[in-house]
């Protein structure tokens, strides 16, 4: 079964990252990566830009609606996913809390609806 993991963390702490410790979490990010697409869990997966990159759409009595940024405010940011096959929920909770972000941020893990 697929499942989506996603990752969240606040932008401002990570802003405000040391840059040796920011080449750390990358590096241990490549590890936990290289991790997965060996096991042959891995589908795909990206980090994101930061949410003042992001545009949020809406389509309102045929118009398109567009504001800048997430559609809400929050403390955690969506930061990046990777997209596995698991086993079972299980499996993949166990996938997710080796991500490096779950020990700062949370990691949201969904299963994917596979339409026949």
Not at 55 to 84: M, N, S
């Amino acid at each position: 079964m697929q499942y989506l993991l996603l990752i969240y963390r606040n932008e401002a702490q990570q802003s405000r990252m040391d840059p040796a410790d920011y080449q750390k979490l990358l590096a241990e990010y490549g590890a936990y990566t290289q991790s997965i697409v060996q096991s042959g869990n891995f589908k795909a997966g990206d980090g994101l830009q930061p949410t003042t990159t992001a545009t949020t759409v809406r389509v309102r009595d045929g118009k398109i609606l567009t504001t800048d940024g997430p559609f809400a405010e929050t403390r955690e940011q969506l930061g990046g996913y990777y997209l596995v096959d698991a086993k079972d929920l299980d499996a993949a909770i166990a996938m997710a809390a080796r991500i490096p972000g779950a020990r700062h941020g949370s990691i949201e893990v969904r299963p994917v609806m596979i339409y026949k």
